[in-house]
């Protein structure tokens, strides 16, 4: 929302991605970071959130790691990257 409010880059339409839709950009060929740099520079070797919730425990979310590919959940309190995306047309 904050994003949104400031019009980051001239736009109000960003929002943190499903997991699903963040797995699309894994490149399981690379590794640190498993991802292409050449479309996406500066990703770090990390995990990124996705805005989709675990269904065994609301405290949790899904994430993705751009380190080796993998996702698992953490607990949504704790410090992780953010990849915005736009709403499309």
Do not use: M
């Amino acid at each position: 929302a904050r994003v949104n409010a400031a019009g980051l880059c001239g736009a109000s339409d960003w929002y943190l991605p499903e997991r699903e839709q963040l797995r699309t950009i894994v490149d399981y060929s690379r590794y640190n970071p498993s991802i292409n740099q050449g479309y996406f520079p500066n990703t770090k070797s990390s995990s990124y959130w996705s805005s989709s919730p675990h269904a065994d425990n609301s405290t949790y979310a899904w994430y993705v790691s751009f380190d080796g590919g993998y996702g698992s959940r953490y607990a949504k309190n704790d410090y992780v990257y953010v990849r915005l995306v736009r709403g499309g047309q």
